[in-house]
């Protein structure tokens, strides 16, 4: 009667615990795709590559000519697995000189303080370490490592498009480290 008591007691804990597993294994199933998302998505996208998107910026014709305007950039900002449309992404310098436009980022090289117009209006300047930029964003003085970082841009339809992109920044060689409406991929190739 003994070894009948004990083989049912070792027939239910193997059934217990095999029923664990399955159960186990029936809920990681959906569990894993959803959490390894963000990483397995298109890194290319996010990168600051060919692949990011162009945001709309402004119509050519409300940029007045050879005279620096302050545009916000406005697009979807993703992060892992939200999305928020229509979000402030940041802002820019922008330039018209004929059907030609240059935009520089407002995020100061230095240590990302927001640029802005210099007292002498002829140029840029960082507010928090006294960084002063030409007007073509190149730089003039103070603890800048490089000039305003340039975005890609392009005019389709008479309607301007920047890539927004983000920098890194302390360094004197221009690396991109993703745009920010693609949050996620920049943590991804920092990985890399």
């Not at 003994?2 to 990681?28: I, K, P």
């Not at 302390?170 to 690396?175: L, Y």
């Amino acid at each position: 009667m003994s070894d009948d008591a004990d083989g049912r007691r070792r027939f239910l804990a193997t059934v217990t615990v095999g029923g664990s597993g399955v159960l186990a294994a029936g809920m990681l199933v959906p569990a894993v795709p959803y959490v390894l998302d963000p990483l397995l998505r298109d890194a290319g996208a996010g990168d600051g590559s060919a692949d990011a998107p162009f945001v709309r910026l402004a119509r050519l014709d409300a940029l007045p000519t050879r005279e620096p305007r302050r545009l916000p950039v406005i697009g979807d900002a993703v992060d892992a697995w939200t999305r928020a449309t229509g979000r402030v992404l940041g802002s820019v310098w922008a330039r018209r000189a004929g059907e030609r436009v240059t935009v520089l980022s407002t995020i100061c090289p230095h240590l990302g303080c927001p640029i802005g117009p210099s007292e002498d209006g002829r140029g840029f300047a960082c507010p928090c370490h006294t960084s002063l930029f030409a007007a073509d964003g190149s730089r003039v003085s103070g603890p800048s490592p490089r000039g305003m970082d340039p975005l890609p841009v392009r005019v389709r339809d008479g309607v301007v498009e920047v890539r927004w992109q983000r920098f890194r920044q302390g360094t004197a060689e221009r690396e991109v480290v993703g745009d920010a409406s693609r949050a996620c991929a920049a943590v991804r190739s920092r990985r890399a």
